[in-house]
T-cell receptor
């Protein structure tokens, strides 16, 4: 079946540091890949997505590239801010018409200190 | 424009009881999904409703059931509660054909 593995947290960085959160997946076919973010006390929000190999999703300074050869979708940001402190989830959808069931990783908690 | 709203915010039940959680989707959204998020884990898909019917189901027992109303709102029912059902239950909505899900803040269920 489908699965997502992301790096264990928590991750603590100083403001303006470079961020990488690793994500690898196992899936049949050609899934779409997502990063969701969960701020304290709030619901999950879509951060970025990519729907086919070599696509790059980007939003709010975050980027991730769909690498089919390595089955990866690593999240990166060049300079993190305190406001980026949250839990980040990598996810995929099962490929197939009308299938929008998301499979999530366990999440990586990021804390950014001033 | 209100987003996805869920009620109640918190709930405490005892083993063996039954619980009903409620969700109002974002305006214009006709498809509702439910997810269970255990502490320290990612959300797990329970089921999805469209046109008042269950369309997809994850690996959850029949104790978990749902309903969608004509106004697209939805309920999640869990019977014969177990300690392991303690989790954050998330509702998500989207327009049909759109991959982007909008999540509510969830209902925190504690089973004692």
């Amino acid at each position: 079946g489908n699965s997502v593995t992301q790096m264990e947290g928590p991750v603590t960085l100083s403001e303006e540091a470079f961020l990488t959160i690793n994500c690898t997946y196992t899936a049949t076919g050609y899934p779409s890949l997502f990063w969701y973010v969960q701020y304290p006390g709030e619901g999950l929000q879509l951060l970025l997505k990519a729907t086919k190999a070599d696509d790059k999703g980007s939003n709010k300074g975050f980027e991730a590239t769909y690498r089919k050869e390595t089955t990866s979708f690593h999240l990166e940001k060049g300079s993190v801010q305190v406001s980026d402190s949250a839990v980040y989830f990598c996810a995929l959808t099962r490929s197939g018409a009308g299938s929008y069931q998301l499979t999530f990783g366990k999440g990586t908690k990021l804390s950014v200190i001033p | 424009d209100a987003g996805v709203t869920q009620s109640p915010t918190h709930l405490i039940k005892t083993r063996g009881q039954q619980v009903t959680l409620r969700c109002s989707p974002k305006s214009g959204h006709d498809t509702v999904s439910w997810y269970q998020q255990a502490l320290g884990q990612g959300p797990q898909f329970i089921f999805q409703y469209y046109e008042e019917e269950e369309r997809q189901r994850g690996n959850f027992p029949d104790r978990f059931s749902g309903h969608q109303f004509p106004n697209y709102s939805s309920e999640l029912n869990v019977n014969a509660l177990l300690l392991g059902d303690s989790a954050l239950y998330l509702c998500a909505s989207r327009p049909l054909g759109n991959e982007k899900l909008f999540f509510g803040s969830g209902t925190q269920l504690s089973v004692l």
